[in-house]
């Protein structure tokens, strides 16, 4: 068996709803796929002193895992006052809706059409809800609407589908695109540097004990495709299903219509650079 420690990030071990920092519990959604891996973590954040609670990603519209997430919050003696979303994707937006009628929330997003209520999110932005701190922290790439959270009294950030607990994620192209996703990376890494942060709570995935080592291997990762991309096209390799066939040769055949999105986009990333 390997060492958890000896893998990229240091993944925490399996996963499960239950707290996994001091404020951040996770609640983890019926949706296991390929894509989903384990399914949505779907996290709910507070002050342990706090009876107000903030909701990231309720997830998909499966409403016994939405009423479980308030009957969580409720065990441990809090409310839900707001919602908020990472990104648009249905595995963790798709319930939002319903959830913000169930609780009397309104719904945060980067995306005016994600919203419900007044109030979107700006980069840069500090969100206090009874005592919680939570400060939003742009990195579009996987997509065009993607945000993460960072919770400074953790030392943690919330990535969404930026970074996972286990494996990589895709550029969704696209709308998402290749230049906006390194430089989200580029922007997560500083935080480890500059603020202390070393825990990942990812939006699929286990817990991620270094962050800074989760996103090094990220950027090397998608260093080393890039390089396979552009040196498939000089062999002749020219469409996109004909370089996922060539790079992807390692990868199941299930995730190569994702694979095909970040091919288009990193095709695309050479054409901008010109070096296709």
Do not use: C
Not at 91 to 115: C, I, K, N, W, Y
């Amino acid at each position: 068996m390997t060492d958890a420690a000896a893998l990229p990030g240091q993944p925490r071990g399996l996963v499960t709803s239950g707290p996994a920092t001091a404020r951040a519990v996770n609640v983890l959604a019926p949706n296991p796929s390929a894509m989903t891996l384990d399914g949505t973590n779907t996290w709910l954040l507070s002050e342990p002193d706090s009876d107000l609670a903030v909701v990231v990603d309720p997830g998909p519209l499966d409403e016994g895992h939405l009423r479980h997430v308030i009957d969580t919050a409720e065990k441990l003696g809090k409310r839900v006052a707001l919602t908020l979303l990472t990104h648009g994707h249905p595995d963790h937006a798709e319930g939002a809706g319903r959830f913000a009628e169930l609780t009397g929330t309104s719904v945060r997003a980067l995306d005016p059409a994600l919203r419900l209520g007044d109030e979107g999110l700006g980069a840069g932005e500090t969100i206090t809800v009874g005592g919680l701190e939570l400060r939003v922290v742009p990195t579009p790439g996987h997509t065009s609407d993607s945000l993460s959270f960072h919770l400074p009294a953790d030392r943690a950030v919330l990535t969404g589908d930026t970074i996972l607990g286990r494996g990589t994620t895709m550029v969704a192209h696209p709308d998402g695109r290749l230049g906006d996703y390194l430089d989200s990376l580029r922007r997560l890494r500083s935080l480890t540097v500059d603020d202390g942060v070393h825990t990942v709570l990812p939006g699929h995935g286990p817990v991620l004990e270094d962050a800074q080592g989760a996103v090094d291997f990220y950027l090397a990762h998608r260093a080393g495709r890039l390089a396979q991309v552009e040196a498939a096209v000089e062999a002749g390799h020219r469409t996109a299903p004909e370089v996922v066939a060539h790079v992807y040769a390692d990868v199941h055949r299930s995730l190569w219509p994702a694979a095909e999105l970040s091919v288009r986009a990193q095709l695309e990333y050479l054409r901008e650079h010109g070096r296709s």
